[in-house]
C-alpha cells in the first residue's frame, strides 16, 4: 500500500457548536487522486475546510505525512503543504492577477510554472482581479494555491458554474499537476461524472458520514448508490477520461 | 513614464509650494507632515483594512519622543525623527499585540482609547511633558549643517526630504510580497491565512510599521514648529487624518498626499474666509467628494472615462 499523505482519523467538525462531519475516517496516498461527491450540505465543503482548519474540529485526529495538524492554524498548515482552491475563490479585487500570485508565493513555487498551466492567466497578468471571467477567476484561484507549493491540493467545487469547454479545460489542468506523483489531490464536485473520470478512488459522502469509499471506476458504475444520495443523474456534459483536450487556449 | 509622473507631479507640487508661498512656509510645510501622518493612516487602513481612529496616538508618542530627546540628550533633528519612529513603533507594538486579536467598532474604539491613556499620561507627568502648556524644545541644525530659520525654508526643505524618504519606502513597501499580502488580509483574511500568511502577525507587523512613521510625522511636527503640546494626541487628529484620506483615496499612497493637500487647503482659505463657519465648508467638501467619487479623488479619471469610481 501506498504512503499516506493525509490521514482523518475518526473526525467529528463542524461550525461553532453543530456537527456537520461525524466520526469520518479518510486516508489519501502519496500522488492519489480523490473524488469527493454528495449531494449540498452532505459536508464536502466542511470536510476540506476542517482538513485546512477552517472549522472547529470536535474530535478526531488529522495528520500531514505522519505529522498531527489537528491544532495548528490554517497557514500553518499550508506551509507544510495543504493548499485549498475555495469555492468562493475569493480572488483579491484589488491586486491585479500577477499580485495575486505574488501575494501567495512562498517556498519554491514559480510564477512561470502557473503560466505554463494556465497561459491565459500570463495574457491577463495586468488586469485586476474584478476584471477577470469566472473561468479565469478559478484559473487563478487554482494558480494562487500553486504557488504556496502544496503536496495535497483541496480542490472545491472547481466547476462550478463554468462553461463545459472551461470545465474541459480546468480537468485537463488537474491531471497535469497530479501526473508526476508529488502532489496528491481531493476533488470535491458536484458533476459526479467528471470528479469520477479524475480519480483514482472515491469516497460517496451523506449526511456528514462516508457512506461509500472505494476506487472511482467501481463507484461510477453503482448508479444506485449515486442516484440514491445524489439524487440525480450524473451530469451528461462532463468530459469522459481520454476523451479530454489539451487545449488551453 | 507613466510610473514616473505621479513622482514628478509631486515634486512639482513641493517646488510649487516652496515658489508661490514664500511667506507661508510654515503652512506648507504642515501639509507635509500631515502628508506623512496620513501616509501612515494609508498603510495601516487603505491597506491592511485595519480600521483606526487612534492614530494620534503614535504620533504624539513621536513627537514628545523627539522633543524629550532634543531636550535631555541630542538636538540633532534627523537622530530624533529616529527615535520619535522608535517610539511610535513601540507604542503601535505595544498597544496592537492587545489590538490587534479585535475587529470593526472594538478595534476602532480600542484604537481611540489608547490616544486617550497616552494624552492623560502626557497631561499628568506635567514635570517632564509640560502637561496641558505643551513642550518647548530648540532643535539643533539638520545634521549639524542647516539651522532652522525664521522663514521656515530650513524645516520646509528638511520636511520634503523626510515626506519623499517615507513615501519611497512606502511605494516600496506597498509592492513587496508584505504589502500585496496586507492588501489581501483586507479583503479576505481567511483567504490569506490559507495560503499561508499568519494573520494576526501581518496584522501586528503593518500597525507597527505605520506607527513608526506616525511617530516620524509627530517627531517632524514637533522640530519644525519647537513645540509639542496634548493636542498631538487628540481625536480630531486622527479624524481628520481619517477625512483627508477619504477624500483622495484609500489604499494607494497618492492619494493620501492629493487628499491632504485638498483638506489643508480648504480647511486654510475657509477658515480664512469665515473664522466661524469654516467647518461648513469642510462638511460640504466632503460629503461631495464622497457621493460623487466614493473612491475618493485618485478615481477622478477614471470616472470621467465612465470607468468605475473605485
Known sequence: MAEPVLELD?????????HVLRGMSLRLEKGGKLAVIGRNGAGKTTLLNTVMGLARLHGGHIRLEGRPIDRLPPWRRNHLGLGLVPQTRDIFPSLTVEENLRAAQHGDARIEEAYMLFPRLKERRKNGGTQLSGGEQQMLAIARTLMTSPKVILLDEPLEGLAPVIREMLMQAFEDLAKDGTRSVILVEQHAAAALAFAGR???????????????????????????????????????????????? | MKRALPF??????????????????????????????????????????????????????????????AAHAWAEPVAGLAVGAAAGAVVALLSGLVLMRASGLTLIMLTIAVAALLAETANRAR?????????????????GLWEFDFIGQTGFCYAAAVGACVLGLLALVARSPFGLSLRGLQSSPARMAAIGAPVYPRRVAAYTLGGAIAGIAGALSAQVAGLVSLETFSFTLSAEALVMLILGGTGRLWGALLGTVLFMFAHHYAAAADPFNWLFAIGALVMVVVFVLPGGLLSLPGALKGGRHD
Open chain 2, 8 to 69: 514628478i507631479l509631486l515634486l512639482a507640487g513641493t517646488a510649487a509650494m516652496y515658489l508661490l508661498m514664500p511667506y507661508n512656509l510654515a503652512f506648507a510645510t504642515r501639509i507635509l507632515v500631515m502628508g506623512i501622518f496620513v501616509l501612515s493612516i494609508d498603510l495601516v487602513l487603505g491597506f491592511a483594512g485595519i480600521a483606526t481612529l487612534g492614530q494620534a496616538a503614535m504620533y504624539g508618542a513621536g513627537a514628545y519622543a523627539a522633543a524629550l530627546f
Open chain 2, 127 to 143: 514635570d517632564l511633558t509640560g502637561g496641558a502648556d505643551g513642550l518647548r524644545v530648540a532643535f539643533g541644525p539638520v545634521l
Open chain 1, 202 to 249: 472515491a469516497v460517496l459522502m451523506a449526511n456528514g458520514r462516508i457512506v461509500h469509499d472505494g476506487p472511482a471506476a467501481e463507484l461510477a458504475q453503482r448508479s444506485d448508490l449515486i442516484d440514491r444520495h445524489i439524487g440525480v443523474a450524473m451530469t451528461a456534459d462532463a468530459p469522459e477520461k481520454g476523451t479530454r483536450h489539451a487545449s488551453h487556449a
Open chain 1, 10 to 18: 475518526n473526525v467529528s467538525a463542524g461550525y461553532g457548536p453543530g
